[in-house]
């Protein structure tokens, strides 16, 4: 074998990688360096094995970071989807609590303040509502009661047309009554 060069040689059924190497001086020197190819190999299936299981860990440890991580996100969101839902069921106290100065919070503050909004604009129409529903019984029965009020005084006025000195008085304060009555509706 030439110098340098790297040759596979077969001793005793077990494989070597050989090389050579001239060595100069008064007396020519070869110095021959063998290397056991079966346990390099052996090494490096070994050490394949090794790189593929740290892989696997690498690949499993980031993927738990990773949903680790994406909850942090995605549980504020969820909240928010279930408050933003409970609110269309009428349910404007439920709890909605923001965590940390993030953008997610900042979200979480802004809907739990706006939640408080709807609420109090919800409440000041129901009063209104429930105020003009007073309003318009109110209404309705006054003017039924003036509509009676109104007969009252038309029948006293028949009636005290053709009353005698003995019932006039008694007349007079029915058309009276009626007309402090007409005054208060």
């Known amino acids: 074998p030439s110098s340098g060069s ?6 005793g059924g077990e494989r070597y990688l050989g090389s050579s190497i001239e060595l100069s001086g ?6 021959f360096c063998l290397k056991s190819y079966d346990q ?3 090494f490096l299936d070994s050490l394949n094995r090794a790189l593929l299981t740290m892989g696997l860990v690498a690949v499993l440890t980031g993927s738990l970071f990773g949903f680790a ?3 942090q996100i995605t549980r504020p969101l969820e909240d928010l989807v279930h408050a933003s ?3 269309e069921k009428g ?21 739990a303040q706006m939640r408080k909004s709807l ?8 009063r209104s ?14 003017h039924d009661f003036n509509n009676l009020v109104m007969i009252i005084k038309g029948y006293s006025d028949l009636v005290l047309e053709s009353a005698n000195e003995e019932t006039r008085p008694h007349i007079e304060e029915i058309k009276r009554a009626g007309d402090r009555a007409s005054g208060l509706t």
């Not at 790297?6 to 001793?11: P, R, S, V």
């Not at 008064?26 to 110095?31: A, C, E, G, K």
């Not at 349910?91 to 809907?111: C, K, M, Q, S, Y």
């Not at 509502?129 to 006054?142: H, S």
């Open 69 to 71: 991580l994406s909850r």
């Open 119 to 126: 609420r109090l604009s919800r409440e000041g129409m129901l």
């Open 91 to 111: 349910d404007f106290e439920f709890p909605i609590i923001a965590h940390g100065e993030d953008e997610v919070a900042e979200l979480t503050r802004a809907f």
């Open 6 to 11: 790297i040759h596979e040689i077969d001793l």
């Open 85 to 87: 839902r409970q609110m």
């Open 129 to 142: 509502a429930r105020l003009e529903a007073v309003g318009r019984l109110a209404g309705g029965i006054a």
């Open 40 to 42: 390099a190999t052996g």
């Open 26 to 31: 008064d007396h020519p020197v070869r110095l």
